[in-house]
């Protein structure tokens, strides 16, 4: 059950760029790719190659954003970000829980957990894109340089503010 | 007990660098915002207060068992706060089988909830089963953060040898002076009718024999054989060991130990035992199902122990070895010391009986099949059964046993009780 779940999130996320018309054969290839990858992890409950191939379908979407040129659609965006946490947290439990027993209702209290973080995610992405639309008004005038700075000293802070707050628990250590 | 972050964190922190780093790349806002779930993910995955308090108890259906018997383990776990996810492991120590249910198990638990989990282990070979404990994880939201420990409660299940009864049992050539089930010949109290003498006072008369009273004209009376039992004395070869590990020719002349042992003691014998091997080791003889337990206790640790200095059973106290005992000894014959052990008791005069394990079904189980492995133990069995009959030649009464069919049936083929026949009381 959680593997049929797994594949069909799989299916989505990987159909996801190529609902950004119109889709060239480069982004249906990443896409093929990233399914026959991500079906060998789901089958295996592999992380890392369901990691690799969400990786890939971010790659297929960048590319199939660069080379269509579409209007900015936050909603297809959150989706495909909903979709790969959803999908990593499902391979992640269905590997820990192989072979073993699962008591009453785990599966359950699991599936609402996820949606609860998953569904916080999609309030904080709606509610930065909102929030980002003044601003990108306010920056229309900048020159392209300072908002390249300033959108690589972001991501740049985003992560290493999420490896502090990692760092400070203490170091990753391997599931069992 | 830790919060520490798991290996899935870096795969979020892939998936939200590739977005974040092609945002700024491309220039499009899209991607950041692709990276904006698994941020929140992160974030809210990352634990700071302590996992909610909780009890665990384990208990152990049994603490003796026989060889492929099972003991049921129940755990209890009790959470004082809530436990969206909590993962259970019981590590399998060698040579244990899970017989029902899983050593592994993940629970939710609400606040003040309890949960019972219940598996079995089988012991696949004689040993002291050792359970250190179930280890406890606690899982944080999406599984990106994990705080684990274990619960220590170290409990030992002591696996003995089984042991098939035994019905057909050498008879001793000598027997004692307790009660037992042996007919000695000596006349006194007893069931079996012996020889018929002429009254003398004192004489019962309910032993009367009233047909030989009627027939000679006198009074005759009727005696009795004594009941009597015997010292048996188990003599297990450690010094050489064949076979793959729980089932070697050590692990088969325990097994026969144990049956043997178990035997005797239901015959009301008193049954004694020496371990002759690198360390040699011994029981005193002794009678009842409290001695059978020390025997089953001390075959238990049996095993072949390397050691430069050759002891001799000259060592052995008489009080183990007592000289009317009857010794039967369980050896698969490889190592001469343990031979020339055999053959200087039997010329001291002890009653001794050699069961011959043989080595080679063990040796074929430990090699992979092929035709010379085949032709290797043909001409192996051949050489061993020349062996055999020149220690026979040499006064040695030895029957032999391959360890995997009934010690009873090979025991009720060696028809001693022709001969054996008790001699003394």
Redesign the interface.
């Known amino acids: 059950m959680m593997r049929l779940a797994a594949l069909v999130l799989l299916a989505v996320l990987a159909a996801l760029p190529l609902a950004v018309r119109p889709s060239t054969p480069p982004v249906i290839w990443l896409a093929t790719v990233a399914l026959v990858v991500g079906g060998v992890g789901v089958l295996a409950w592999s992380v890392p190659l369901v990691t690799a191939a969400g990786s890939l379908v971010v790659i297929a979407y960048a590319l199939a954003l660069v080379v269509a040129g579409p209007a900015a659609d936050a909603l297809l965006a959150i989706a495909l970000g909903a979709t790969l946490v959803l999908l990593l947290a499902i391979v992640h439990l269905g590997g820990r829980v192989r072979g073993a027993f699962l008591g009453p209702s785990v599966i359950a209290a699991q599936a609402r957990q996820w949606l609860a973080v998953v569904g916080a995610g999609v309030v904080a992405a709606v509610g930065l894109t909102a929030a980002a639309a003044p601003l990108g008004g306010a920056l229309r005038g900048a020159s392209l340089p300072v908002v390249v700075i300033g959108a690589a000293l972001g991501a740049v802070l985003t992560v290493a503010g999420v490896i502090t707050l990692m760092a400070r628990e203490g170091s990753p250590r391997s599931d069992p | 007990m830790?919060?520490?972050?798991?290996?899935?964190?870096?795969?979020?922190?892939?998936?939200?660098?590739?977005?974040?780093?092609?945002?700024?790349?491309?220039?499009?806002?899209?991607?950041?915002?692709?990276?904006?779930?698994?941020?929140?993910?992160?974030?809210?995955?990352?634990?700071t207060a302590p996992p909610p308090a909780w009890h665990l108890h384990r208990e152990l259906s049994d603490r003796r068992l026989l060889e492929d018997e099972c003991v049921s383990v129940t755990v209890t776990l009790r959470a004082e706060g809530p436990l969206?996810?909590v993962?259970l492991?019981e590590p399998l120590p060698p040579r244990v089988d899970l017989a029902r249910?899983?050593h592994?198990?993940?629970?939710?638990l609400p606040a003040g909830g309890e949960?019972r989990?219940t598996?079995e282990l089988r012991g696949a070979g004689r040993q002291h089963l050792r359970l250190e404990g179930p280890h406890l994880?606690v899982?944080g939201?999406?599984?990106l953060?994990?705080a684990e420990t274990q619960h220590r409660a170290p409990a030992t299940v002591a696996v003995y040898p089984r042991h098939v009864p035994i019905r057909y049992l050498p008879y001793p050539l000598r027997t004692q002076t307790f009660v037992g089930n042996y007919v000695s010949p000596t006349q006194g109290e007893g069931i079996e009718p012996g020889d018929i003498r002429p009254f003398a006072p004192g004489d019962q008369v309910r032993h009367v024999n009233w047909r030989a009273t009627l027939k000679l004209g006198t009074l005759h009376v009727t005696q009795h054989h004594r009941e009597r039992n015997a010292d048996v004395v188990i003599l297990l070869d450690t010094l050489s060991e064949v076979g793959p590990d729980g089932e070697t020719v050590v692990d088969a002349a325990v097994r026969g130990a144990a049956a043997l042992a178990a035997a005797y003691l239901a015959r009301k014998d008193r049954v004694g035992l020496i371990e002759y091997g690198g360390q040699p080791r011994w029981v005193r003889p002794g009678a009842g199902r409290a001695h059978l337990e020390r025997l089953l206790e001390s075959l238990l640790s049996a095993s072949v122990v390397f050691t430069y200095v050759n002891r001799d059973l000259d060592l052995v106290p008489p009080r183990i070895l007592p000289p009317q005992a009857l010794v039967v000894a369980l050896s698969p014959l490889l190592d001469r010391r343990f031979v020339r052990a055999a053959a200087d008791l039997a010329a001291r005069g002890f009653d001794l009986l050699v069961i011959a394990v043989s080595p080679v079904p063990p040796a074929r189980a430990a090699a992979r099949r092929s035709a010379v492995l085949d032709v290797a133990a043909r001409l192996w069995t051949l050489e061993r059964r020349a062996e055999l009959d020149q220690y026979r030649r040499r006064g040695l009464t030895i029957v032999e046993w391959d360890g995997a069919e009934p010690l009873d049936a090979v025991l009720a083929a060696f028809s001693r009780r022709s001969h054996r026949r008790v001699l003394a009381g």
């Open positions: 830790t919060w520490r972050p798991t290996a899935l964190n870096v795969s979020f922190l892939t998936v939200v660098g590739w977005a974040l780093f092609l945002a700024v790349l491309t220039g499009r806002a899209e991607l950041a915002v692709v990276a904006v779930p698994a941020v929140v993910a992160l974030v809210v995955g990352r634990r969206p996810l993962e492991l249910g899983r592994h198990a993940f629970f939710t949960i989990w598996f994880r899982w939201p999406l599984g953060a994990a």
